[in-house]
């Protein structure tokens, strides 16, 4: 027991002694340090000056015993550290550079290096045109004796790398890669100018530019690498590595020399790789709306660079990816692929050179909520690309859009029986001349497609019928459906389609026959040409695109817009160059029938010119008044008028964007007749009672009425007609303008004479037959008009110089719409034929 306690007290003695002993030697070393730091710092750097070859500036330098103990750290702030090329640049800009030494070598004037952190730095490394870098700084000593017995070495186990950005600019190469990381350790061995490099950590490659291409952009990898790099024969030995980037791990092994040449040759395998792994790899643009998309099953991804980097040549480089019974879905969406394959490889002799560039995308199979598929995709020379592909399969159009939605379109139901297949020079399609040159063939069945579509849910209900592809033309076979609230049938062609779909500012042709039920007009347009808004002015939009080519027969069994009602709608529509002309449509409505013929020049974006003939037949009078909203005036009302009129009408106009009348550009010369008309209680006639002692002149009703109407300058022109009622027979001429001036002359038979009658003794005359006549005229506006005898001076020229007015006006219209009737005769039938020219 007494040896046991005396075994104890000497080993709690020993333990105090040793503890002692390392205390004293701690502050004995702390001591020293204190005391010869500036003695360390001062050979240290004398030191490594030695190896430099350019200017190092260094905002603070400090000993510290306690950052890395044991090691002994010499710690560097704000360095700066100047490159090799001419000129002020930075190599190397760090807040903290910090070295650690085994303090008993550095008490004997040895400085080995094992450990090196660099905290907050960038690095720029570069290769001008002529092949010479910037980061060549240390000095080249050629006497091997002198170089070994330096009293500054390295044998780095631990370098740590923290918030640290290196940027790698090759001008030779045209390189240009950027890599940051928050933290990387390494070791580094060093053996004859041959450095073993091992490092773990987090690296984000922000940009990899290699010629025109941008490779890996924003893409952070975990890391384990080993690397070999011998600065004697300048080349860089990857040893298996992994980069591990989401759930997915790859392998890279590989080589890089540049020596005499940038030669490299790097492989990288993916294990467990998943779909939404490939695409992060990819550029955004062109996966920014596939990235949550996801899979299970086997996928596999494998690259290879490999060549001379340089600036007249680029390395080689191919990526072989696939999977086989893969299911891929999205996880917000029910719709899934199942039992998906796929083959693909993209493969370039130059990485930089589009033009070699080949991709392939074979054995594409799946099914889509039960539904089969198989395809195939190529594509060549991605410059001036040549496509080979072929889809075959019935796919419902509901699982193709719950798969991968379009905000525009909701609602989806029907499917599509399609067996496709295209193959040709893309560039070929932008001339007609060598269109046909691509080959698209085969058949799409439309089987009861239904969808909402735009914020205003416009549906598109039971599409269906067959569409045949023939080269660069589409064929349409009883492609029906309802647009909304209208209805249709199409047969007919779409010429240069492909090309059109394809590419921007291409013309189309469309020969084509429609059926319909009905159309409603008002619909169509706001869907066409934008939505009605409460500002008339911005009703709509209207315009006729210069690539549309359409000759167009119609027969539309009633239509609608505004007020109008039309049925047995016949004609057609030819459409080119901006213009439209219909030379014989007839259709039925407000009790008879009409028809018309016609051109509209929509060339100018501000103002459409339009050139027409309306032949009415039988049209009820009040019901024209009714449909054109009563002229935008409340002087003669649909409700003061009844009777049917038989008309000729010649007009030119010229129209806003909203369809809206420019009304000064109104020229029309109006021949008409009016069978069993009426004229009901209208206000100006009721005042006449004064002047015609007949209470009958609140209901007139009158035989056939003719005249030749004539509107021009916003005047309507109304030479003298005769108009017998059930009350009188009446002479009425004058004038009414678009603003509501009126100025109307009245010839009425004098019945008796009074007392009363005295004061219009100048206004009474004789029409030669023996029946005295009272001139009145009717003047001011339609809100403020008075009704007044007229003098003979004044009847007599006033009737005189209207009828010359009239008939000049008129002559000139004939003579101008001759014209332009005959430049409508003269194109009629060449005017609308399918160029071989498109522009290129």
């Given at each position: 027991?007494?040896?046991?306690?005396?075994?104890?007290?000497?080993?709690?003695?020993?333990?105090?002694?040793?503890?002692?002993?390392?205390?004293?030697?701690?502050?004995?070393?702390?001591?020293?340090?204190?005391?010869?730091?500036?003695?360390?710092?001062?050979?240290?750097?004398?030191?490594?000056?030695?190896?430099?070859?350019?200017?190092?500036?260094?905002g603070k330098m400090d000993v510290s015993w306690f950052e890395k103990f044991p090691q002994l750290s010499i710690v560097f702030t704000d360095v700066y550290v100047e490159d090799s090329q001419p000129g002020k640049y930075p190599l190397l800009t760090a807040n903290t550079i910090s070295f650690q030494l085994n303090p008993i070598e550095v008490w004997k004037g040895k400085y080995t290096i094992r450990g090196l952190q660099i905290r907050d730095s960038e690095t720029s490394l570069k290769i001008d045109a002529h092949g010479n870098n910037n980061y060549t700084i240390l000095k080249e000593n050629k006497d091997k004796k002198q170089a070994s017995s330096g009293t500054v070495s390295f044998e780095l186990k631990n370098v740590s790398l923290q918030n640290t950005r290196v940027h790698y600019i090759n001008i030779a190469a045209t390189e240009d890669l950027m890599f940051t990381s928050e933290n990387l350790v390494a070791s580094i061995g060093t053996t004859n100018d041959v450095y073993n490099i091992n490092a773990e950590g987090q690296l984000t490659s922000e940009r990899i530019?290699?010629?025109t291409g941008t490779y890996l952009a924003n893409k952070s990898f975990m890391i384990e690498t080993d690397l070999v790099y011998n600065d004697r024969e300048r080349n860089i030995l990857i040893n298996p590595s992994t980069l591990k980037l989401r759930q997915s791990s790859f392998t890279v092994h590989g080589t890089y020399n540049w020596k005499n040449e940038n030669l490299i040759d790097l492989v990288t395998e993916g294990e467990n790789t998943d779909i939404q792994t490939i695409f992060s790899l990819l550029p955004e643009s062109a996966t920014?709306?596939?990235?949550?998309?996801?899979?299970?099953?086997d996928v596999y991804f494998k690259t290879k660079l490999k060549g001379e980097i340089s600036k007249r040549r680029n390395p080689l480089f191919s990526i072989d990816f696939g999977f086989k019974d893969a299911t891929i879905f999205h996880p917000e969406f029910k719709t899934r692929i199942e039992g998906a394959s796929l083959e693909g490889s993209f493969a370039s002799s130059e990485i930089s050179d589009p033009r070699q560039a080949t991709l392939v995308l074979k054995n594409i199979k799946g099914s889509l909520n039960g539904e089969s598929f198989a395809a195939n995709f190529i594509l060549q020379n991605f410059s001036d690309p040549e496509v080979m592909c072929d889809f075959k399969g019935r796919v419902d159009a509901a699982s193709v859009f719950d798969f991968y939605p379009v905000p525009e379109i909701r609602n989806v139901s029907g499917s599509l029986l399609a067996d496709v297949s295209f193959e040709g020079r893309i560039g070929l399609l932008k001339k007609r001349a060598t269109a046909q040159r691509v080959s698209t063939q085969g058949t799409v069945e439309l089987q009861n497609i239904s969808l909402l579509y735009g914020d205003d849910k416009v549906p598109l209900q039971n599409l269906k019928g067959s569409l045949q592809f023939s080269n660069n033309d589409l064929a349409l076979s009883n492609v029906a459906g309802e647009l909304g609230n209208s209805d249709f049938m199409l047969n007919g062609f779409f010429k240069n389609i492909i090309t059109f779909l394809l590419f921007e500012d291409q013309p189309i042709g469309i020969e084509t026959d429609l059926k319909s039920e009905f159309i409603d007009l008002?619909?169509?347009?706001?869907?066409?040409?934008?939505k009605p808004s409460a500002n008339k002015e911005q009703e709509y939009n209207f315009s006729i695109s210069r690539n549309i080519n359409l000759n167009f027969n119609c027969d539309v069994k009633a239509l609608q817009y505004k007020r109008f009602h039309g049925s047995d709608l016949k004609g057609d529509l030819l459409v080119k160059n901006e213009m439209a002309v219909s030379r014989n449509i007839t259709l039925k409505s407000m009790g008879?029938?009409?028809?018309?013929?016609?051109?509209?020049?929509?060339?100018?974006?501000?103002?459409?010119?339009?050139?027409?003939?309306?032949?009415?037949?039988?049209?009820?009078?009040?019901?024209i008044f009714y449909v054109f909203e009563n002229f935008q005036q409340d002087f003669i009302q649909d409700k003061?008028?009844?009777?049917q009129a038989h008309a000729d009408v010649n007009m030119e106009m010229v129209l806003k964007p909203n369809l809206r009348l420019f009304p000064e550009t109104l020229i029309a010369d109006i021949g008409v007749v009016i069978k069993k008309g009426?004229?009901?209680?209208?206000?100006?006639?009721?005042?006449?009672?004064?002047?015609?002692?007949?209470?009958?002149?609140?209901?007139?009703?009158?035989?056939?009425?003719?005249?030749?109407?004539?509107?021009?300058?916003?005047?309507?022109?109304?030479?003298?007609?005769?108009?017998r009622t059930n009350v009188t027979s009446l002479k009425v001429s004058g004038t009414h303008t678009f603003d509501q001036h009126i100025d109307y002359r009245i010839i009425t038979p004098l019945r008796q004479r009074?007392?009363?009658?005295?004061?219009?003794?100048?206004a009474i005359g004789d029409d030669g037959s023996g029946q005295s006549k009272l001139y009145l005229k009717i003047t001011g506006t339609t809100d403020d008009y008075r009704i007044q005898y007229d003098t003979e001076a004044v009847k007599k020229k006033i009737v005189n110089d209207l009828k010359n007015e009239v008939k000049e006006l008129r002559e000139a219209f004939k003579n101008k719409g001759t014209q332009k009737k005959k430049e409508v005769e003269l194109e009629k039938d060449e005017y609308f034929e399918w160029d071989a020219e498109q522009p290129q």
């Amino acid at each position: 027991m007494s040896n046991h306690f005396l075994s104890l007290k000497t080993f709690k003695k020993i333990l105090f002694y040793a503890g002692l002993t390392l205390a004293v030697l701690f502050v004995s070393l702390s001591i020293s340090v204190f005391l010869f730091k500036d003695k360390i710092i001062n050979q240290f750097v004398q030191e490594v000056n030695k190896s430099l070859n350019t200017p190092v500036t260094i905002g603070k330098m400090d000993v510290s015993w306690f950052e890395k103990f044991p090691q002994l750290s010499i710690v560097f702030t704000d360095v700066y550290v100047e490159d090799s090329q001419p000129g002020k640049y930075p190599l190397l800009t760090a807040n903290t550079i910090s070295f650690q030494l085994n303090p008993i070598e550095v008490w004997k004037g040895k400085y080995t290096i094992r450990g090196l952190q660099i905290r907050d730095s960038e690095t720029s490394l570069k290769i001008d045109a002529h092949g010479n870098n910037n980061y060549t700084i240390l000095k080249e000593n050629k006497d091997k004796k002198q170089a070994s017995s330096g009293t500054v070495s390295f044998e780095l186990k631990n370098v740590s790398l923290q918030n640290t950005r290196v940027h790698y600019i090759n001008i030779a190469a045209t390189e240009d890669l950027m890599f940051t990381s928050e933290n990387l350790v390494a070791s580094i061995g060093t053996t004859n100018d041959v450095y073993n490099i091992n490092a773990e950590g987090q690296l984000t490659s922000e940009r990899i530019n290699i010629g025109t291409g941008t490779y890996l952009a924003n893409k952070s990898f975990m890391i384990e690498t080993d690397l070999v790099y011998n600065d004697r024969e300048r080349n860089i030995l990857i040893n298996p590595s992994t980069l591990k980037l989401r759930q997915s791990s790859f392998t890279v092994h590989g080589t890089y020399n540049w020596k005499n040449e940038n030669l490299i040759d790097l492989v990288t395998e993916g294990e467990n790789t998943d779909i939404q792994t490939i695409f992060s790899l990819l550029p955004e643009s062109a996966t920014k709306n596939l990235t949550k998309y996801q899979s299970k099953g086997d996928v596999y991804f494998k690259t290879k660079l490999k060549g001379e980097i340089s600036k007249r040549r680029n390395p080689l480089f191919s990526i072989d990816f696939g999977f086989k019974d893969a299911t891929i879905f999205h996880p917000e969406f029910k719709t899934r692929i199942e039992g998906a394959s796929l083959e693909g490889s993209f493969a370039s002799s130059e990485i930089s050179d589009p033009r070699q560039a080949t991709l392939v995308l074979k054995n594409i199979k799946g099914s889509l909520n039960g539904e089969s598929f198989a395809a195939n995709f190529i594509l060549q020379n991605f410059s001036d690309p040549e496509v080979m592909c072929d889809f075959k399969g019935r796919v419902d159009a509901a699982s193709v859009f719950d798969f991968y939605p379009v905000p525009e379109i909701r609602n989806v139901s029907g499917s599509l029986l399609a067996d496709v297949s295209f193959e040709g020079r893309i560039g070929l399609l932008k001339k007609r001349a060598t269109a046909q040159r691509v080959s698209t063939q085969g058949t799409v069945e439309l089987q009861n497609i239904s969808l909402l579509y735009g914020d205003d849910k416009v549906p598109l209900q039971n599409l269906k019928g067959s569409l045949q592809f023939s080269n660069n033309d589409l064929a349409l076979s009883n492609v029906a459906g309802e647009l909304g609230n209208s209805d249709f049938m199409l047969n007919g062609f779409f010429k240069n389609i492909i090309t059109f779909l394809l590419f921007e500012d291409q013309p189309i042709g469309i020969e084509t026959d429609l059926k319909s039920e009905f159309i409603d007009l008002n619909q169509l347009l706001a869907i066409g040409f934008g939505k009605p808004s409460a500002n008339k002015e911005q009703e709509y939009n209207f315009s006729i695109s210069r690539n549309i080519n359409l000759n167009f027969n119609c027969d539309v069994k009633a239509l609608q817009y505004k007020r109008f009602h039309g049925s047995d709608l016949k004609g057609d529509l030819l459409v080119k160059n901006e213009m439209a002309v219909s030379r014989n449509i007839t259709l039925k409505s407000m009790g008879g029938d009409l028809k018309c013929s016609g051109i509209v020049d929509a060339k100018n974006r501000k103002a459409i010119d339009v050139v027409s003939t309306i032949r009415l037949n039988g049209i009820y009078v009040d019901s024209i008044f009714y449909v054109f909203e009563n002229f935008q005036q409340d002087f003669i009302q649909d409700k003061h008028l009844k009777g049917q009129a038989h008309a000729d009408v010649n007009m030119e106009m010229v129209l806003k964007p909203n369809l809206r009348l420019f009304p000064e550009t109104l020229i029309a010369d109006i021949g008409v007749v009016i069978k069993k008309g009426e004229l009901n209680n209208f206000e100006p006639m009721q005042k006449l009672k004064r002047y015609i002692k007949d209470d009958g002149l609140s209901r007139l009703r009158f035989s056939d009425l003719k005249n030749e109407i004539h509107i021009e300058n916003k005047t309507i022109y109304i030479p003298q007609m005769e108009v017998r009622t059930n009350v009188t027979s009446l002479k009425v001429s004058g004038t009414h303008t678009f603003d509501q001036h009126i100025d109307y002359r009245i010839i009425t038979p004098l019945r008796q004479r009074g007392a009363a009658d005295l004061e219009a003794k100048d206004a009474i005359g004789d029409d030669g037959s023996g029946q005295s006549k009272l001139y009145l005229k009717i003047t001011g506006t339609t809100d403020d008009y008075r009704i007044q005898y007229d003098t003979e001076a004044v009847k007599k020229k006033i009737v005189n110089d209207l009828k010359n007015e009239v008939k000049e006006l008129r002559e000139a219209f004939k003579n101008k719409g001759t014209q332009k009737k005959k430049e409508v005769e003269l194109e009629k039938d060449e005017y609308f034929e399918w160029d071989a020219e498109q522009p290129q």
